[in-house]
């Protein structure tokens, strides 16, 4: 994978530079209650109003537990536009703790979102 390092003063040879980067990975720390963290993240119709590159969410099935299994995007991250589904997974504890997980099922633009 191609670098630039700050501070070198040099850019790449022209033909010199390696591909954008096909996977990434990033992880934060959240200071919250886990319970609160779920709700957040269930509450796919507010996404737009916190994550400007997502303009539009729609939940396409929700098996009557209250959380959604599959949900459509519609992405506009400047030189990326999709439009993607993701299936999801919940297992939550009573006490309102537990684990969620996705998996892409369809896009235009993206190969993988797990």
Do not use: H
Request: net charge negative; hydrophobic share 45%.
């Amino acid at each position: 994978m191609g670098a630039l390092r700050a501070g070198s003063g040099r850019l790449p040879a022209r033909g010199n530079v390696n591909p954008m980067a096909d996977r990434t990975q990033a992880s934060i720390v959240i200071d919250a209650d886990p319970g609160i963290v779920l709700d957040v993240i269930a509450d796919f119709e507010a996404y737009p109003e916190w994550a400007a590159e997502v303009k539009r969410v729609a939940v396409l099935s929700e098996e009557g537990d209250g959380w959604a299994d599959r949900v459509e995007y519609t992405l506009d991250a400047g030189v990326i536009k999709d439009t993607y589904t993701l299936d999801y997974e919940w297992d939550i504890s009573d006490d309102g703790t537990g684990v969620v997980s996705w998996q892409l099922v369809r896009a235009t633009v993206l190969r993988a979102m797990n």
